[in-house]
């Protein structure tokens, strides 16, 4: 497989002597980097998903609001306790 540069970005120094401080055995900055970009990309993937499904399900009208699901979670969490109320 072929293989992909990204854009040369220009750093401080200091974050340059951080992240070199931070490297394991044998990590390069280029896999610091890499795996870097990498994990920031899922985690925006993953966001992007999880709004596309919160407004799918809105739009299906199985939309659940932030309150219905604290008194729900609430509630089971008092239950585990033994503090049940309802």
Same mark, same amino acid.
Request: glycine fraction near 4%.
């Given at each position: 497989? !072929?293989?992909?540069?990204?854009?040369?970005?220009?750093? @401080?120094?200091?974050?340059? !002597?951080?992240?070199?401080?931070?490297?394991?055995?044998?990590? &390069?900055?280029?896999?610091?980097?890499?795996?870097?970009?990498? =994990?920031?990309? *899922? %985690?925006?993937? @993953? =966001?992007? *998903?999880?709004? =596309?499904r919160?407004?799918?399900?809105? @739009? *299906?009208?199985?939309?659940?609001?932030?309150?219905?699901?604290?008194? &729900?979670?609430?509630k089971?969490?008092?239950r585990?306790?033994? !503090?049940? !109320? %309802?």
């Amino acid at each position: 497989m !072929k293989t992909a540069l990204l854009p040369a970005t220009r750093v @401080a120094p200091a974050l340059r !002597k951080r992240v070199e401080a931070l490297l394991a055995e044998g990590e &390069t900055v280029s896999s610091f980097i890499e795996a870097a970009v990498t =994990q920031h990309a *899922d %985690a925006r993937a @993953a =966001q992007r *998903d999880f709004v =596309q499904r919160g407004l799918a399900a809105e @739009a *299906d009208g199985q939309w659940v609001s932030a309150e219905r699901v604290y008194r &729900t979670v609430k509630k089971a969490a008092l239950r585990a306790r033994g !503090k049940s !109320k %309802a």
